[in-house]
T-cell receptor, first 116, second 116 residues
Framework: DTGVSQDPRHKITKRGQNVTFRCDPISEHNRLYWYRQTLGQGPEFLTYFQNEAQLEKSRLLSDRFSAERPKGSFSTLEIQRTEQGDSAMYLC??????????????FGPGTRLLVL | AQTVTQSQPEMSVQEAETVTLSCTYDTSENNYYLFWYKQPPSRQMILVIRQEAYKQQNATENRFSVNFQKAAKSFSLKISDSQLGDTAMYFCAFMSRIQGAQKLVFGQGTRLTINP
């Protein structure tokens, strides 16, 4: 089953360090989304791509966050100078956009980040 | 900006009972999509059911159905003949049809426990 995969699944880092997460979407999906979920809350949108173009970024995505999707395949999310408030589950989702919207997003297992 | 509100943080029912989860949302758009996603403990988020706002007929998927009241901006989920495997966090989500704004906006979630 080639669903959405994320790597690593868990990351513990010290405050001030940089971390990078990777997401591999379902192969034919052209859209890729990043969300952040803190304990007991619903996911919050961070950014999304259509192919390699980044179409929208949330105000939650401070200057310390950057996301890329080179060649429209996998995506990386980097957090620079991590802070304790960055501790959360980072979820990736992908979908097949066919022009009308409302397509189902398929989620990966997430990367749980703990900043000490 | 759109908001989604789930007013029931936790619910608990006996196996085989019917349960209804509430969701309200706020938007100025006329056409949009609504979703219910399920997040089982330590497992990834999966789609339960999807509703297109321009369709008056309520969506159904086996034991899952929705009551979509567009004027009231209400979108409740009914689970019939509940099963132990339905135990999970349930998130209501909104998606715009506007190009460049097609991310999911989630509610806070309802933790549903099905008791044997």
């Amino acid at each position: 089953d080639t669903g959405v995969s994320q790597d690593p699944r868990h990351k513990i880092t010290k405050r001030g360090q940089n971390v990078t997460f990777r997401c591999d979407p379902i192969s034919e999906h052209n859209r890729l989304y990043w969300y952040r979920q803190t304990l007991g809350q619903g996911p919050e949108f961070l950014t999304y791509f259509q192919n390699e173009a980044q179409l929208e970024k949330s105000r939650l995505l401070s200057d310390r966050f950057s996301a890329e999707r080179p060649k429209g395949s996998f995506s990386t999310l980097e957090i620079q100078r991590t802070e304790q408030g960055d501790s959360a589950m980072y979820l990736c989702a992908s979908s097949l956009y066919q022009g009308t919207g409302g397509e189902t997003q398929y989620f990966g297992p997430g990367t749980r980040l703990l900043v000490l | 900006a759109q908001t989604v509100t789930q007013s029931q943080p936790e619910m608990s029912v006996q196996e085989a009972e019917t349960v209804t989860l509430s969701c309200t949302y706020d938007t100025s758009e006329n056409n949009y999509y609504l979703f219910w996603y399920k997040q089982p403990p330590s497992r990834q988020m999966i789609l339960v059911i999807r509703q297109e706002a321009y369709k008056q007929q309520n969506a159904t998927e086996n034991r899952f159905s929705v009551n979509f009241q567009k004027a009231a901006k209400s979108f409740s989920l009914k689970i019939s003949d509940s099963q132990l495997g339905d135990t999970a966090m349930y998130f209501c989500a909104f998606m715009s049809r506007i190009q460049g704004a097609q991310k999911l906006v989630f509610g806070q979630g309802t933790r549903l426990t099905i008791n044997p």
